[in-house]
């Protein structure tokens, strides 16, 4: 039985440093969640990339942090295949209910404990995207079920709301993969144009080097 309430602020995009953000590689994750005491509840995490994913290249790292200021404790990895580090902390609580083919890295924690409480690190590399992506959860865990209040105008005006946006990120996904594409075939043509400038057409110095 899996519960969670998710707060008004429901995406964090995570950032990748050192590049635009039109060329940087895109994880999602909520940036909270509530779950109730002794339930089980679903970090959801996906991403977005231009490429198809590879087992072999593809790599994914899930942390915990007690608190701000606290060492990253690494729990799940993705190398070729899942790893569940199993912590003493977790156990075999973990459960990874993703599919990275799908761009979905998600995993559920079952039997959610009040110690669970802190800060969830999704960590994404889907190569040849250059920069590893990152989103954090921060999980908040209730000892009661939070009081029922009647969301169906809500429910509407978020599903229209919500499809629009869809149709937008698509868009924008689109417009991003081909300016991607379009300047790593510029690189690598810059670079190619360089290396002949080296050589003459039988592969020999120019004379001017000489």
């Known amino acids: 039985n899996i519960r969670a309430w998710w707060l008004p602020r429901a995406w964090l995009r995570g950032q990748s440093s050192g590049l ?58 993705f190398r070729t295949k899942i790893m569940n580090k199993q912590l003493d902390r977790f156990g075999n609580r973990v459960e990874f209910t993703g599919n990275p083919t799908k761009y979905d890295v998600s995993f559920t924690l079952n039997n959610v404990q009040l110690e669970d409480e802190g800060t969830y690190n999704c960590y994404v590399l889907n190569p040849p995207d250059r920069q590893r992506g990152h989103a954090s959860i921060s999980l908040k865990v209730l000892t009661k079920e939070p009081p029922k209040r009647d969301s169906t105008v809500a429910v509407i005006v978020g599903a229209s709301v919500g499809g629009f946006l869809a149709v937008v990120i698509l868009v924008l996904m689109v417009v991003k993969c081909v300016r991607r594409k379009k300047q790593q075939r510029l690189n690598t043509d810059d670079q190619k144009t360089e290396e002949e400038g080296k050589t003459d057409g039988e592969g020999n110095p120019d004379e001017g080097t000489k």
């Open 20 to 77: 635009p953000p039109a060329l940087g590689m895109e994880v999602m994750a909520p940036a909270t969640i509530n779950a109730l005491n002794g339930t089980s509840v679903k970090l959801s995490c996906t991403f977005n990339s231009c490429y198809k994913v590879e087992n072999k290249q593809f790599s994914l790292n899930w942390t915990y942090q007690e608190c701000k200021n606290c060492s990253e404790e690494l729990f799940l990895q």
